[in-house]
């Protein structure tokens, strides 16, 4: 029987419903972190993501590490951009650049079972995956990969 135009348990329906539909995709979420590192003329930036894997935490996953390099010109026109696959937990990136524009990479975790998020001082030793080198050409306006020094 109807109760003042509602079914009876419709809130218990809704909540049901919320339920299988959270379920169904809780294995399309992932975790994704980054940032921005900008050139010391703020005319480039490198925009790294680190993609956890769909549907699970972090911890020794493998993580996928995506390296943007865009010209700082309002359009963020691309210049570079490459993919890295790596195994690690807490997996995180840091950028350094010179004066003419080129630019190192680092990519690396703290090993198992360690996350960091505090200060530069108190930062656990570093598990290097991989360095990277890029070199800015300033007449093409393109970055080439260069073994890392």
Same mark, same amino acid.
């Given at each position: 029987?109807?109760?003042?135009? &509602?079914l ?17 995709f ?10 921005f ?9 490198? !925009? ?10 972090f ?20 210049? =570079?951009?490459?993919? =890295? ?13 010179d ?10 975790? !703290?090993?198992?079972?360690?996350t960091? &998020? ?10 290097? =995956? ?10 093409t ?9």
């Amino acid at each position: 029987m109807f109760n003042g135009g &509602h079914l009876p348990h419709q809130g218990s329906l809704g909540l049901l419903l919320l339920l299988v539909l959270a379920l169904a995709f809780q294995g399309c979420s992932r975790i994704v972190t980054g940032g921005f590192v900008d050139s010391p003329d703020k005319k480039l930036r490198i !925009y790294g993501r680190c993609l956890g894997p769909l549907g699970r935490h972090f911890p020794f996953n493998s993580s996928t590490v995506r390296i943007t390099i865009v010209a700082n010109d309002g359009r963020e026109t691309t210049l =570079f951009k490459k993919e =890295f696959r790596v195994r690690g937990e807490d997996v995180g990136w840091d950028a350094t650049w010179d004066q003419s524009n080129n630019l190192s990479v680092v990519i690396y975790d !703290y090993g198992k079972g360690v996350t960091f &998020h505090g200060l530069a001082k108190d930062e656990p030793p570093r598990r290097v =995956f991989r360095k990277l080198f890029y070199r800015f050409d300033s007449k093409t306006g393109t970055f080439t990969e260069q073994p890392a020094k």
